[in-house]
């Protein structure tokens, strides 16, 4: 049956939860998901994140959900968040469908970067990013990235001048 | 003299391009920058990207650049892709000042986040980060980012079915 890819609208946030869901599961951080459906719906028809939806026949089989970046270097380009294939529908091509998809909107938009974040153990996921010529920033520039959660922002604020 | 941060607007494309090629020189990467000055002006115009723009009395002496990212578990947050002092006006607290400008906005927000990448060769502002509570998501959380670049975007594109 064939796959069709469909871009998500607020409609299918509810889909989309489901699939974040999962997603997170396999990640093995099943209590990482906070946002609503609510907030989903809101922020997909606010292009706060955009998605794509994948179907066979009428079954939703995977989704990648993602955001427009910015490099001061380079531009506008695209974070992909999240990429995902239901467990039944794995080996098929669907995964690479999705990513095509994703590759054809950054040429499209002239885009010259494509980012997203893996973690370390999917090391059948980091094969098939080698094979597609992406580059682990961290081996091969020395790049790292910090983040900062929601109290260290309190208390940094409160240092700020123009409040 | 005081510091004052404004949010920057298009007219400061040309400002903060200079300090975007003067933090290019400083992380050893001096042909990085290829965007122009007008390319930056609209996008600042768009809100692909946000600015701001430290001045002592009269005179600009350090910038932040940062974009509005997604996090499907959180919801929007803010990516600080750019944060420069002026040299010779370094060790008064100014990038301090900046960062907790930021923090601000982002605790405003309701934002559970604030990420950021270094050069793993930077260790001062590394020992800054982690003063501040922040965490290194490679090494505390085994995460990693990849690039694919336009060759790799081109590449992978012609693969897609919807075209």
Redesign the interface.
């Known amino acids: 049956m064939a796959?069709r890819?469909v871009y998500a609208t607020a409609e299918h946030a509810s889909l989309l939860m489901d699939m974040?869901k999962e997603l997170?599961e396999f990640e093995k951080i099943p209590h990482?998901?906070?946002?609503t459906i609510d907030?989903?719906a809101d922020?997909l028809s606010k292009e706060?994140?955009f998605g794509l939806v994948a179907y066979e026949g009428e079954t939703p089989v995977g989704m990648s959900?993602y955001?427009?970046?910015?490099?001061?270097?380079?531009?506008?380009f695209i974070?992909m968040?999240?990429l995902y294939v239901r467990p039944d529908f794995r080996k098929k091509g669907y995964g690479?469908?999705l990513?095509?998809?994703i590759?054809?909107l950054?040429?499209e938009k002239g885009?010259?970067?494509?980012?997203?974040?893996?973690?370390?153990?999917n090391t059948n996921a980091?094969d098939f990013?080698k094979q597609?010529?992406?580059?682990?920033?961290?081996?091969t520039?020395?790049?790292?990235?910090?983040?900062?959660?929601?109290?260290?922002?309190?208390?940094?604020?409160?240092?700020?001048?123009?409040?």
């Open positions: 796959l890819i974040i997170a990482g998901p906070t946002i907030r989903l922020d706060h994140v959900l955001y427009l970046a910015y490099s001061t270097w380079e531009g506008q974070h968040e999240d690479k469908a990513w095509s998809e590759a054809k950054s040429k885009m010259t970067r494509l980012e997203w974040s893996v973690l370390n153990w980091i990013y597609m010529g992406a580059k682990d920033l961290h081996a520039g020395g790049w790292l990235n910090f983040r900062l959660g929601r109290d260290g922002i309190v208390r940094l604020a409160a240092n700020a001048q123009n409040t």
